[in-house]
């Protein structure tokens, strides 16, 4: 089994920032593909930004220019610096991680609970 463990949310004023952390524990041979989704209350869950295990990365409109995603593969953690935060980037984010299994070698999408972010005006 799997574990996703998501840190680093809060409240914070439009303007500000904060920075997520996730880390994935437990019958890991590989992570391929690392990311983080977001969902607001109302709105289907959406991506916020990827990275594969080489270090492309990939973001959503809404945060490009504003939030940084990066992983340290040694740790098994991946990050997402978000600046220049706004009140519609208030939600839910969900770490996301498909990995390679030891033991089966099956490859499984896993998230984490989620941690909640909240930008006030």
């Known amino acids: 089994q799997v574990q996703l463990v998501e840190s680093g949310g809060g409240l914070v004023q439009a303007g500000g920032s904060l920075r997520l952390s996730c880390v994935a524990s437990?019958?890991?041979?590989?992570?391929?593909?690392m990311g983080w989704y977001r969902q607001a209350p109302g709105k289907e869950r959406e991506l916020v930004a990827s990275?594969?295990?080489?270090?492309?990365?990939n973001y959503g409109d809404s945060v490009k220019g504003r939030f940084t995603i990066s992983r340290d593969n040694a740790k098994n953690t991946v990050y997402l610096q978000m600046n220049s935060l706004k009140p519609e980037d208030t939600a839910v984010y969900y770490c996301?991680?498909?990995?390679?299994?030891?033991?089966?070698?099956?490859?499984?999408?896993?998230w984490g609970q989620g941690t909640q972010v909240i930008v006030s005006s």
């Open positions: 996301n991680a498909r990995v390679l299994i030891t033991a089966t070698f099956a490859i499984r999408d896993f």
């Open positions: 437990g019958s890991i041979a590989s992570i391929f593909g």
């Open positions: 990275t594969t295990r080489g270090g492309g990365t």
